[in-house]
């Protein structure tokens, strides 16, 4: 596990002010859903909210390197991303909640989860999203759309299901 603590710090010879470290599920999401119950007891280490690698993203925080790079620009809170990121969890266990087997919970968990942290990475990286902005000085005025994120998620897991 990386952690968020350890990445692009001020002390470190490979630090870039020009950049700030994002949380993909932002960890607000703590404080409105346990999941740790969601997991099985061997996959509960497997969700961190604080593991760059999984959870993470640097980000410009500068408007001309957001103009370089393509990506959006991040200057500290982004509670309209938060809110879109936390309906997205909270459909996840509305989801969750329909299935009766443990296992099946904790695999479904666990897959939109990973699915979800993968989709807003790669829409960030390549700049897909069409409706928000993380910061209101942000170059591009990227606009996020969660339809088409979800769609991708149901595909993937459509496709990758394995049927016991």
């Not at 909270?90 to 443990?102: C, G, K, T, V, Y």
């Not at 990286?125 to 088409?148: E, S, V, Y």
Request: one cysteine or more.
């Amino acid at each position: 596990m990386i952690r968020f603590s350890d990445v692009n710090r001020p002390d470190d010879a490979e630090y870039n002010p020009s950049y700030q470290r994002h949380h993909l599920i932002p960890l607000q999401v703590r404080s409105m859903f346990d999941l740790t119950e969601s997991l099985d007891p061997g996959s509960r280490n497997e969700l961190c909210l604080d593991d760059f690698a999984n959870n993470g993203l640097l980000l410009p925080c500068e408007e001309r390197e957001a103009m370089r790079t393509g990506r959006p620009l991040h200057r500290g809170p982004h509670p309209r991303y938060n809110i879109l990121v936390m309906e997205r969890m909270a459909n996840i266990f509305r989801l969750r909640n329909r299935l009766s087997d443990a296992k099946e919970r904790s695999d479904f968990f666990r897959f939109r989860i990973r699915s979800l942290q993968n989709g807003l990475r790669h829409g960030l990286i390549q700049n897909r999203f069409l409706n928000l902005t993380l910061n209101r000085r942000d170059p591009f005025k990227n606009r996020m759309n969660f339809q088409q994120l979800d769609t991708k998620i149901d595909e993937l897991w459509a496709t990758t299901r394995i049927d016991s």
